[in-house]
């Protein structure tokens, strides 16, 4: 069936009141990004419902990539036609043929938004239920949860016609929120958490701290995969690779084991919140589970929190790991995260860290460090890479190839 245009239904934008247009407007952005592969695609966006028109762009490509945007409640296929009685009696029974297989119920749901229209709505339902029965005498009528619920809509441009609803991915469009920076390392949690952020409408950006040679390229690699994963959501993510090799030298060098980790997760954060600044972010995000692991305990978030004032949201700090692997294999970006490339979070764990560090003696081991000197240099090496959805890259790299 080759559908002229999608109707898009949102979410919870129908609660924002006098911010409901730079929502809409925020998401017709983030629409267009996402299906950036479709240049003949227009959208039009309205206050009540978005309209994708095709202009013969292939609705199967398309609405794989329409299920990921953030603040999308659902959408709807549908097929567009004269207002004329005859042309819409005709299109209606051709799209019940196609789905009908002598089993299912059906209604039909009118809606005239042209009300210079010849019929009205309760007339429509009639003369368009009538032509499905005409065509299909043994269907069954059913006005509550039917099989098919056949849609005809009235506008100014036409009338459209469909049968089918499809879900999308709810939450907020990313961005409204604000802009936070994702902590992202190579493992399970920190993209379930920067998942979890966008569908809060938070627009992230991936920081990532690499430690060569201790890290390798595929441990890099890895995270800048594990981003293309989240990039569907909203077209593109920065990527920001941030050299840490001097930092966590000089800390296994200058700082007792036990204390290793609650100082190298302080030097992350300084930093982090560092980048924040410079980019205008408003938050951190990252993927700590409570209790999980030694630096994860509430004691060490308070010694390692104490570094900043930044708010820092830990979308994933109350679920369980099974609750967390769900979510990675539903976004899939388990089976990449379980990997075997180690991160420079695993490199120099000690065998025994501090799961309840004492804040005196953190002060006191790190004016071994010449901080200031460490956070400077580390900044200025920074490196910035725009991730695009994995199946764009594939194409820029095709076309790569050929040049």
Known sequence: MKYSEIMVRYG???????????FIMRLAKNVRQA?????RLKIHADRDRMHLVLNGEDSDLIIPKLKMVFGIQGFSPSIR???DIEQIKKCAQEMVSEIYTGKES???TAKRSDHSFEQTSNELNVTVGDAVIERFPEIKVQMKKPDINLRVEIRSNGAFLSHETISGAAGLPVGTSGKGMLM????????????????????IEAVHFASPPYTSEQALQKAKDLTAKLAPYVGQIQFIEVPFTEVQEEIKNRVPQGYWMTITRRMMLRLTDSIRQLR???????GESLGQVASQTLQSMVA??????????????????????????????FDLSIQPFEDCCTIFAPPQPKTKPHLDKVHQYEERLDIEGLI?????????????????????DEFAELL
């Open 12 to 22: 919870e934008l129908s609660t924002k009141g006098k911010n409901r247009r730079s």
């Open 35 to 39: 299906l950036v592969d479709f240049p």
């Open 81 to 83: 036609v004269e207002k």
């Open 106 to 108: 059906f209604k039909v």
């Open 184 to 203: 992202l390392s190579g493992g399970i949690d920190s993209p379930v958490a920067g998942y979890m952020a966008m569908k809060r409408g938070v627009e």
């Open 280 to 286: 205008r972010g408003l938050v951190i995000l990252n």
């Open 304 to 333: 390692i929190n104490e570094v900043t004032n930044t708010p820092i949201i830990r979308p994933v700090a109350t679920m369980d790991k099974l609750e967390i692997i769900d979510t990675a294999q539903k976004i899939d970006t």
């Open 376 to 396: 400077e240099r580390a900044l200025t090496n920074i490196k910035v890479e725009e991730i695009v959805p994995e199946s764009l890259q594939e194409q820029e």
